[in-house]
């Protein structure tokens, strides 16, 4: 009488060495995923924020961000003073500007640093809620951009640029964008350029019809980033998943040699009859 042999049990199936390597590659991945949810986990918190009230410190704009550099989110809104002088017939109107909840425009300029090399800031000087004021102001601007001076204001990142609007004049802005500004600035040879621009405090070179433009202090940001919290734990996930899947395709392996030797010993016992 031929003895029949027993299904394997689950522990029997995953102590083979097929599946125990399956298992530390799955370890080996799972290390990897803690790493990254560990290394998310650390940037999540930052653990030396702006000191309260930072923004409204006064400080040169070399000591905040160089030429071409990208403005970091903590230093956006930063006050800053830079002198130098605004070229002439770079005075430019840029709308859907809101001040106060008022849309209207801006006036902005080129600004040319005092930098050993050709640097130049873009700068918002004021607003107006009426083109035609918003137009004599750069005009009159552009014939007399006035002399040397030390301008203080709000550093703000670039908005990027954007096509005009449907039916607009090619020349209509609707984002203040230095890279925009700068196809249509003059004297660009060899020019370095800041990504931020500036908006300008109350003062020069205001004239005729124009406002201060109203730049309220950046809020306050936590010191907790929760988007990278949540990546920590999706992380975290992933790593528990790749022990999951080694489980899982160890049991349907498994179940698949019991229902093959199942299905062997029903035959023999049909052959038998």
């Known amino acids: 009488m031929t003895t029949e042999p027993f299904p394997p049990t689950l522990r029997e199936v995953m102590l083979r060495p097929w599946w125990l390597g399956m298992l530390v590659f799955a370890l080996v991945v799972a290390a990897v995923f803690a790493w990254l949810g560990q290394w998310q986990l650390g940037r999540a918190i930052d653990t030396s924020p702006p000191a309260p009230g930072a923004t409204e410190q006064v400080r040169p704009i070399a000591e905040i961000t160089e030429p071409g550099a990208y403005l970091p989110e903590p230093l956006v809104g930063q006050r800053v003073e830079v002198s130098g002088s605004f070229v002439a017939d770079d005075f430019l109107v840029v709308s859907s500007r809101f001040n106060d909840g008022r849309q209207g425009y801006w006036v902005t300029g080129q600004f040319r640093t005092d930098a050993a090399t050709p640097t130049s800031l873009a700068v918002a000087v004021g607003w107006t809620d009426d083109r035609a004021v918003a137009d004599a102001a750069a005009s009159a601007l ?40 700068l196809s249509w600035w003059h004297d660009t040879d060899e020019l370095s350029v800041y990504r931020p621009y500036l908006v300008a405090d109350a003062g020069e070179p205001l004239v005729g019809g124009l406002v201060a433009i109203d730049s309220p202090a950046p809020a306050e940001g936590s010191a907790i980033n929760w988007l990278n919290i949540f990546y920590a734990v999706e992380w975290a996930i992933f790593a528990g998943f790749a022990f999951y899947m080694w489980y899982r395709l160890a049991r349907d392996a498994w179940e698949k040699e019991v229902e093959a030797l199942e299905e062997e010993q029903a035959a023999r016992a049909r052959e038998t009859v």
């Open 142 to 181: 552009n014939a007399d951009p006035g002399g040397a001076l030390t301008l203080t204001g709000r550093l703000i990142a670039d908005e990027g640029p954007m096509a005009p609007p449907r039916g607009a004049a090619p020349t209509e802005m609707t984002r203040m964008s230095p890279a925009a500004l």
